[in-house]
């Protein structure tokens, strides 16, 4: 079965520290990876996706994100994380022959000023 | 202003009673989709449909229904049977579901249980 797996559940820095969530995928074929946000009270919005050619991808907001094919792998990545980082991040990803995304858990970040 | 809109904000069921909950797109999508939100699991899926008239059922479909009539809309029913209906519920969209498309989502209805 596809799956996807985030290993940190809640994350806390300080702010200016630097981010590195975790996210691995289960499927061997060709997957489309994506990174979403839910900021408090907003709607679940697009950071960043991967479809096809340079594994290292940039979304907005500084963040970043890249494509390990050998580790099934799609961390995400930021140097220097602000207070209105705060958020949750989900790591998605579409494998072939599914119509719709398989998500992560979830990884809540509190950015503490 | 285009997007997705979903209603109510908030909803609470009687037991035994069924509930459906609204999801508009004026995006010209053609594929749309029901995920259910739980606190630590991350979103599921309950239904997608590819284009008017179709749909298909996601991971959790048991306990709900939908309909999709009209390409814009794409309304979830929570039926009695679904025995633990408390969850925060997201319609999204895409351009199409044959490819890589990015996925938009509503803002969600949070459904409670009285």
């Known amino acids: 079965a596809q799956s996807v797996s985030q290993h940190n559940h809640h994350v806390i820095l300080s702010e200016a520290a630097s981010l590195e969530l975790g996210c691995n995928y289960s499927?061997?074929?060709?997957?489309?990876l994506f990174w979403y946000v839910q900021y408090p009270g907003q709607h679940l919005q697009l950071l960043l996706k991967?479809?096809?050619?340079?594994?290292l991808v940039k979304g907005i907001k500084g963040f970043e994100a890249e494509f390990i094919k050998s580790k099934f792998s799609f961390n995400l990545r930021k140097p220097s994380v602000q207070w209105s980082d705060t958020a949750e991040y989900f790591c998605?990803?579409?494998?072939?022959?599914?119509?719709?995304?398989?998500f992560g858990s979830g990884t809540r970040l509190q950015v503490q000023p | 202003d285009g997007g997705i809109t979903q209603s109510p904000k908030y909803l609470f069921r009687k037991e035994g009673q069924n509930v459906t909950l609204s999801c508009e797109q004026n995006?010209?999508?053609?594929?749309m989709y029901w995920y259910r939100q739980d606190p630590g699991q991350g979103l599921r899926l309950i239904y997608y449909?590819?284009?008017?008239?179709?749909?298909q059922k996601g991971d959790i479909a048991e306990g709900y229904s939908v309909s999709r009539e009209k390409k814009e809309s794409f309304p979830l029913t929570v039926t009695s049977a679904q025995k633990n209906p408390t969850a925060f519920y997201l319609c999204?969209?895409?351009?199409?579901?044959?490819?890589?498309?990015?996925?938009?989502f509503g803002p969600g209805t949070r459904l409670l249980v009285l």
């Open positions: 999204a969209s895409s351009i199409s579901s044959a490819g890589p498309e990015t996925q938009y």
């Open positions: 499927y061997g074929g060709t997957v489309n």
């Open positions: 991967y479809f096809s050619g340079d594994p």
């Open positions: 998605a990803f579409l494998g072939m022959g599914r119509r719709a995304l398989t």
């Open positions: 995006l010209n999508h053609d594929a």
């Open positions: 449909s590819q284009i008017v008239n179709d749909f």
